[in-house]
T-cell receptor, first 113, second 115 residues
Framework: NAGVTQTPKFRVLKTGQSMTLLCAQD?????MYWYRQDPGMGLRLIHY???????AKGEVPDGYNVSRLKKQNFLLGLESAAPSQTSVYFC????????????FGSGTRLTVV | AQKVTQAQTEISVVEKEDVTLDCVYE???????LFWYKQPPSGELVFLIR??????QNEISGRYSWNFQKSTSSFNFTITASQVVDSAVYFC????????????FGTGTRLTVIP
């Protein structure tokens, strides 16, 4: 019972490099989310998806792109990484009712140097 | 716009003491949901409780209890007889309709339980 799986768990990037974070869920959830966690700021929503083929901007979308080509996967892309994107990234998923809280992945710690 | 305030940035208590973590929220919706999550040092986010705006009954689960008061827009979390394993960051969060039904977090309270 994997739940929500994020890969990779750790990554160091140089400024200007690109990368993709993968989130996979096996619970048949309709909704998926990407958050970033920074010290003193809690978790902030980057992008979210309400179903396969759909995406929407959250609170802090700049510098990120996402895709939801398959229901079980939600990809977060950084086209040109900046030091300000150093953070811990969490993926989450939920049922369509969105009333029971989210199931979170274990996080990806990204450092941009 | 919705807002969740956790004014206590860090709290330290000695083991077996009781501790209350405060959460104050703002929303214009009459239907909303409040949550508490725990983030232990290992980093994962653990769901603790969900409350809807129509249910003001307090809830107790073992050493944990929650006090929801709509009159003061607060959803406080109390740990009784704290233990070292309670050391973590605790987040209060809100889902309302104005926020596109997305989960909106407070900034968290870091609790340290000293043995």
């Amino acid at each position: 019972n994997a739940g929500v799986t994020q890969t990779p768990k750790f990554r160091v990037l140089k400024t200007g490099q690109s990368m993709t974070l993968l989130c996979a869920q096996d619970m048949n959830h309709e909704y998926m989310y990407w958050y970033r966690q920074d010290p003193g700021m809690g978790l902030r929503l980057i992008h979210y998806s309400v179903g396969e083929g759909t995406t929407a901007k959250g609170e802090v979308p700049d510098g990120y792109n996402v895709s939801r080509l398959k229901k079980q996967n939600f990809l977060l892309g950084l086209e040109s990484a900046a030091p300000s994107q150093t953070s811990v990234y969490f993926c989450a998923s939920s049922y369509s009712s969105r009333l029971y809280g989210y199931t979170f992945g274990s996080g990806t710690r990204l450092t941009v140097v | 716009a919705q807002k969740v305030t956790q004014a206590q940035t860090e709290i330290s208590v000695v083991e077996k003491e009781d501790v209350t973590l405060d959460c104050v929220y703002e929303t214009r919706d009459t239907t909303y949901y409040l949550f508490w999550y725990k983030q232990p040092p290992s980093g994962e986010l653990v769901f603790l409780i969900r409350r809807n705006s129509f249910d003001e009954q307090n809830e107790i689960s073992g050493r944990y209890s929650w006090n929801f008061q709509k009159s003061t827009s607060s959803f406080n979390f109390t740990i009784t007889a704290s233990q070292v394993v309670d050391s973590a960051v605790y987040f209060c969060a809100l889902i309302d309709q104005t926020g596109a039904n997305n989960l909106f977090f407070g900034t968290g309270t870091r609790l340290t339980v000293i043995p």
